[in-house]
């Protein structure tokens, strides 16, 4: 009846020995597994990735052909005019003096004049104060 115990002991721990081997074996196919999975959805990922950036190269270039044909066939064309005058379309009736200075000198300006003279002296500050 020795012999019994040692031999229950030596299944058990052959079960056990075998359970264990089994587990590792399927945490190790399982993780492989899952690292196939994560590396083809890598992959799908790199090639949406590459398609877009594809894509906008392509846009990119069409947009670049498109301006410089634009910029060939538009041409922007400036003409200036001279314009004489006759007659001032403001007089000294309508506008008081600071008007009428503020208009000559807005012309002048616009002339590329320098500006004129004002119209008068500064008045004198007064010696009294006010009351």
Known sequence: ??????????????????GIGGYAY?????TAQEQAAQKARDDARETLRQQAQGHIDTSAQAHQAREYARQTTVRDIYHES??????PVYGAACIDADGVRLLDRAAATA???????PAGPAAQPSAAPAR
């Open 82 to 87: 001279e314009k004489i005058i006759d007659r």
């Open 26 to 30: 399927g945490v190790h196919v399982g």
């Open 111 to 117: 002339n590329g004049q320098r500006e004129p003279d």
């Open 1 to 18: 009846m020795a012999g019994l115990p040692s031999l229950a002991l030596a299944s058990a721990l052959a079960a056990c020995l075998t």
